[in-house]
């Protein structure tokens, strides 16, 4: 399924209630007129944005199979969003148990600080990786009698 962007509004801030939430009848995708104006939406990218804005989760579409939210539950903190956590994503209507789901997909949330930390993990690792990798083929190169620096083997791959 193609997992297009699909806007998160953050019914806190926009003062909807559940109930608003689900008297509503979404034409063809829709939000309502009146509600144009006051609807507020998680933003996108959190640069610059105010903590008051921004919410305490990193939110993402996840495969939905018991499996799959079992392992991320307990690997990486992820959790499914469900209708009582205040973020609703527009126009996917919750399913019985209260989830948000869009074809084989399910809305989860990370809390935000777990998520910074695990990326910023993830980008030290990728680096060690390409400094471990490049020393290998630096070796490898001295090992035939070649010598290539850093910045020859840089531009060669156009980085």
């Not at 979404?26 to 944005?49: A, H, I, R, S, T």
């Not at 903190?77 to 789901?101: A, I, L, R």
């Not at 930390?117 to 490898?140: C, M, P, S, W």
Request: charged residues 30%.
């Amino acid at each position: 399924m193609r997992r297009g962007r699909v806007p998160i509004v953050d019914m806190r801030r926009s003062g909807i209630s559940k109930a608003d939430w689900k008297a509503v009848e979404m034409d063809e995708g829709k939000l309502p007129d009146n509600w144009k104006k006051k609807v507020q939406y998680v933003p996108v990218k959190y640069k610059g944005v105010g903590s008051a804005i921004r919410p305490p989760w990193k939110f993402f579409w996840n495969i939905n199979t018991e499996q799959a939210i079992r392992d991320d539950k307990y690997m990486y903190e992820y959790t499914p969003v469900t209708v009582d956590d205040g973020y609703w994503p527009e126009h996917v209507p919750p399913d019985e148990k209260g989830n948000f789901t869009r074809g084989d997909l399910i809305l989860a949330k990370v809390p935000l600080q777990a998520w910074i930390d695990r990326t910023k993990d993830e980008l030290r690792r990728a680096g060690i990786g390409r400094k471990v990798t490049f020393e290998q083929f630096q070796n490898q190169c001295r090992h035939v009698g070649a010598e290539v620096s850093e910045q020859e083997l840089n531009d060669a791959l156009g980085l």
